[in-house]
């Protein structure tokens, strides 16, 4: 019928609940973006280089976005090369301390860039984390790309942006106890670091590593370290 809209195409995958998924589409953009208008420049770091090439291709196609990748190995140096305005980073990191450098990510200076995170509401210990760093932004990475568009737009407006999703998490990272050198002492001794290890890696003496560690111990109820570390990791602080 003339005039009629055609219909949305949507990609149905049979996950036995007869749940359907829509295919990913190109970035919403504006409808115009003004001549000489300031382009948004992004740093995206993630290590997973597939994940990193593939949303870095799809937020290129927005116009008003200019975007750049990279592992978190090498994002110090991307932040002074770029100057992002928004740095977009995964909090999953393999790094010796299991907590990512997210301050590596916020340049010095007056050009300071506005820092988002991709996370989800089962790791608090990360959300705490983030938040502690200065993390405007929260983008639950298991929903869709446009809200990372958003969040990046809305950042770059000078605004925040909390993906609803993440609640749940925002109240259990409320709820944990420990602090961020705590967190990092506890991700190291999860990983099989020794005392001497932890105290070489986080520039402690062995003493104040064994404080620590025992404060863990009490503020977690534990029994011991290993205790510590199995009720952390079921809580999603680790």
């Not at 208008?37 to 200019?66: E, F, G, Q, Y």
């Not at 104040?208 to 199995?230: E, L, P, S, W």
Request: net charge positive; with cysteine; glycine share 10%.
């Amino acid at each position: 019928m003339a005039g009629s809209s055609r219909p949305r195409t949507v990609t149905r995958v049979n996950n036995g609940a007869g749940a359907e998924h829509h295919a990913c589409r190109a970035p919403r953009t504006p409808a115009k973006r003004a001549e000489g208008a300031a382009v948004i420049r992004v740093l995206l770091v993630h290590d997973a280089s597939l994940v990193r090439s593939v949303l870095t291709d799809w937020l290129h196609r927005a116009p008003d976005l200019r975007v750049e990748g990279s592992c978190w190995d090498e994002a110090a140096a991307r932040v002074a090369a770029v100057r992002p305005d928004v740095c977009a980073a995964d909090l999953e990191w393999s790094g010796a301390h299991g907590l990512p450098p997210l301050g590596d990510l916020r340049a010095r200076g007056r050009d300071r860039a506005r820092l988002l995170v991709l996370a989800t509401a089962n790791r608090p210990g990360l959300l705490r984390h983030a938040m502690e760093a200065g993390a405007v932004g929260f983008v639950d990475k298991e929903g869709s790309p446009d809200r990372l568009l958003r969040g990046i737009r809305r950042l770059a407006e000078g605004e925040r942006f909390v993906d609803d999703s993440l609640g749940f998490g925002f109240l259990k990272a409320a709820e944990m106890p420990l602090t961020r050198r705590e967190l990092s002492v506890l991700s190291l001794a999860a990983e099989g670091a020794s005392v001497a290890e932890i105290a070489g890696s986080l520039h402690l003496s062995h003493g104040t590593v064994r404080n620590y560690m025992a404060a863990i111990t009490r503020k977690t109820g534990a029994r011991n370290r290993i205790d510590a570390i199995r009720i952390s990791q079921g809580q999603g602080w680790l």
